[in-house]
């Protein structure tokens, strides 16, 4: 019986592709995991940061009319610290819209790193990959043939205030764009969000993330409906963990939103989150699944 669905998803796969033919550049994603590494840590408060946040923001005005940034401080054991989250719309003047979501922040020191516990942490795959396929998105999506809007939000701070107390740890950027919608949106209900983290690992191992089932199972399904009929190794129809990320503030607020995260990466917060340990497949394979699933919901 596997064996027979496990056919039909490829079938069906093969269908979609014909139907549906959508490439995305995966070089180019490895490139731009490649030009933040260049930046050294993107922890709030360093240099690094200040490049990043500018980089990203040259990056998406080259290719979106619409591009913002939220800026904002927040306090922590007395000290200040300076935050930006970067907005690009497609469509700004569109009600109904998808929010694609990801950190570009790094942590501040690789606290997992059995060796090197104060070592600094690159974040090739937590933060650069979702990072790289987002810009890279933003010139691949066909914004001609959209019926919707499309969000790009970068969010700061995922990683947290650089601090030792892991137990005050939350995603701070996107609490903060959660808490400040009506900047952005008139109408909560018109939209829906996916976030993508640590998303470049070279073995790819997608399943569903518990908490985007509980608050956003049609979303949920549609996500894995599409990833599965195209990469059916890569995507898994079964809930393995339940994660608090930049999905959960947006969830909580009355967003459904989706996270795409392969959480079984043993270089997690080590010195060895590397770029070696980046694919250009894997982010191929992640964008490409987006912009299936903004066909999915967007063409006209």
């Known amino acids: ?39 050294g840590s993107r922890c709030v408060g360093t240099d690094g940061h200040d490049q990043i946040v500018k980089f990203i923001k040259d990056e998406l005005e080259l290719v979106v009319d619409d591009v913002s940034v939220q800026e904002f401080k927040e306090i922590y054991n007395e000290e200040e610290y300076s935050f930006v989250n970067i907005v690009a719309q497609i469509n700004p003047e569109v009600e109904e819209r998808i929010i694609l979501g990801t950190h570009y922040d790094s942590r501040y020191r690789a606290e997992l790193d059995m060796k090197n516990p104060q070592g600094y942490m690159p974040g ?27 969000d790009l939000v970068f969010f700061d701070g995922e990683e947290g205030f650089p601090v030792e107390n892991l137990e005050d740890w939350y995603p701070i950027g996107s609490k903060y764009f959660a808490e400040n919608l009506d900047q952005y949106y008139k109408e909560i209900y018109t939209l829906s969000g996916v976030v993508v983290d640590m998303i470049g690992d070279n073995n790819l191992d997608i399943h569903i993330e518990n908490f985007s089932y509980q608050y956003a199972p049609v979303e949920t399904k549609a996500m894995y409906y599409v990833g599965m009929s195209v990469f059916p190794f890569d995507f898994v129809n ?50 490409v699944v987006l912009l299936k699933y903004i066909d999915l919901y967007g063409r006209s």
């Open 1 to 39: 019986m596997l064996g027979v669905l496990l056919l039909g998803v490829l079938g069906w796969g093969v269908v979609w592709n014909e139907c549906f033919k959508v490439t995305f550049d995966g070089e180019g994603a490895f490139g731009y995991v490649e030009k933040q590494l260049s930046f």
């Open 124 to 150: 090739a795959n937590d933060s650069a990959s979702g990072t790289a396929v987002l810009l890279q998105l933003a010139k691949e999506i066909d914004q001609e043939k959209l019926r919707i809007g499309i």
């Open 238 to 287: 079964d809930i393995q963990h339940s994660i608090i990320d930049d999905h959960t503030a947006l969830n909580e607020a009355g967003i459904p939103t989706v996270l795409l995260i392969d959480f079984e990466y043993p270089y997690f917060h080590t010195t060895e989150d590397t770029l070696d340990k980046v694919s250009s497949e894997s982010l191929e394979k992640i964008g």
